[in-house]
T-cell receptor, first 114, second 116 residues
Framework: SAVISQKPSRDICQRGTSLTIQCQVD?????MFWYRQQPGQSLTLIAT?????????ESGFVIDKFPISRPNLTFSTLTVSNMSPEDSSIYLC???????????FGAGTRLSVL | AQSVTQLGSHVSVSEGALVLLRCNYS??????LFWYVQYPNQGLQLLLK??????LVKGINGFEAEFKKSETSFHLTKPSAHMSDAAEYFC??????????????FGTGTRLTIIP
């Protein structure tokens, strides 16, 4: 399995501000993903974080709102920009190793926007 | 496009009773299938997966699931529920034909409550 660390584990933010979430994996992985889990709901894929290039966003998510970086094979960040209360969710990072179709998840970042 | 249906957003069983959580998928080609568990205030943990081979898959914590192609199902079972099984369970699929970009599609989740 892969060990995935996310920081911060939780935060309370003011409307209009931005928060950057970090995801660190303990070994090299081919793919990293960012998901959102709104209160009481399932997980929705935000984007695939591509190493060294722009992330691939799912329908309904845009780079200006959720900029993503992945400078190397073990690290990625997701920024939630210009936050509103509707952005209050759990944000989860996941990673997948090459030739192993299993995604491992971090513990998530619980974000509350006031 | 793939989709996953989990019947029953809430399931309650008595301690020691059989646990059955239902999952059906919709895909022209049988996908890869997964069950994840989420304990309160934690991330997702993989319980088990089916990719190929034997259709009855055994996972952690005594759980198992059976892939039934004819029924497009991948139901999760455990013979005897334990209090520690109380959690949210998610069924997920990924497209086996989209090699290298196997995104997960999740069901809506089933909250399992264990009655003492």
């Amino acid at each position: 399995s892969a060990v995935i660390s996310q920081k911060p584990s939780r935060d309370i933010c003011q409307r209009g501000t931005s928060l950057t979430i970090q995801c660190q994996v303990d070994s090299q992985v081919t793919m990293m993903f960012w998901y959102r889990q709104q209160p009481g709901q399932s997980l929705t894929l935000i984007a695939t974080a591509n190493q060294g290039s722009e992330a691939t966003y799912e329908s309904g998510f845009v780079i200006d709102k959720f900029p993503i970086s992945r400078p190397n094979l073990t690290f990625s960040t997701l920024t939630v920009s210009n936050m509103s209360p509707e952005d209050s969710s759990i944000y989860l990072c996941s990673a997948r190793r090459q030739n192993l179709n299993i995604q491992y998840f971090g513990a998530g970042t619980r974000l509350s926007v006031l | 496009a793939q989709s996953v249906t989990q019947l029953g957003s809430h399931v309650s069983v008595s301690e020691g009773a059989l646990v059955l959580l239902r999952c059906n998928y919709s895909s022209s080609v049988p996908p890869y299938l997964f069950w994840y568990v989420q304990y309160p205030n934690q991330g997702l943990q993989l319980l088990l997966k089916y990719t190929t081979g034997a259709t009855l898959v055994k996972g952690i914590n005594g759980f198992e699931a059976e892939f039934k192609k004819s029924e497009t199902s991948f139901h999760l079972t455990k013979p005897s529920a334990h209090m520690s099984d109380a959690a949210e369970y998610f069924c997920a699929v990924s497209d086996r034909t989209n090699f290298g970009n196997e995104k997960l599609t999740f069901g809506t989740g089933t909250r399992l409550t264990i009655i003492p």
